[in-house]
């Protein structure tokens, strides 16, 4: 399906377009990667919803997505591998913050480690997107050490323990696909930007 709907596009952006080679291999790639992520979203969602658990996706996604937008990570190389990995981690995250009782110390302690972590290996960047400006990646690292921060605030005053662990569990998510040990162990480069300098 994904090869009907992205090469029907391509076939019409050529039809009407002149681009060379390498612009037309840039677009395609942004068109199968927002097709796989239209596509991911979608069943995802639907098996939350059907799961019940679609308020806790959606709390998941918005402080997941928080840290990741500065705090980057590791990306899967196949299309395959992405769904297993956005099943697995969207679905079952959602599901454990509402079957766990996690005491509230420790969960501060680890969002404290998870911090250094941060402040250590943030940004992480991929060899196809390289931070490659050092004060973007400085600005990133201190807007993700801040967001941390404020997680481990939130973790402290909110008596909400479905809330709380959402929020442990976006710090920890990001923290582990930050890591260096998380890059090699499923085979990629890291600290992509030092190829450039």
Known sequence: MKNVVVNSIMNNIIKYKNFDEIKLREIKYGIESFYLTISKTIVIFLIAYLLNILKGLLLFICFYGLLRLNGFGLHARKSWQCWLGSVIVFLIIPYLCLQLNINKIFQIFMVLICLLAILKYSPADTEKRPIINSKKRL???????????????????????????????????????????????????????????
């Not at 807007?143 to 941390?148: A, G, M, P, Q, R």
């Not at 404020?150 to 479905?162: G, K, M």
């Open 139 to 197: 600005i990133h690292k201190i807007l993700c050490s801040i967001t941390t921060f404020i997680f481990i605030i939130l973790i402290f005053l909110l008596q909400n323990n479905y809330l709380c662990n959402i929020i442990f569990f976006s710090v920890i998510l990001e923290t582990i696909m930050i890591l260096p040990i998380s890059y090699k162990i499923f085979g990629l480069k890291y600290n992509n930007y030092k190829s450039y300098l």
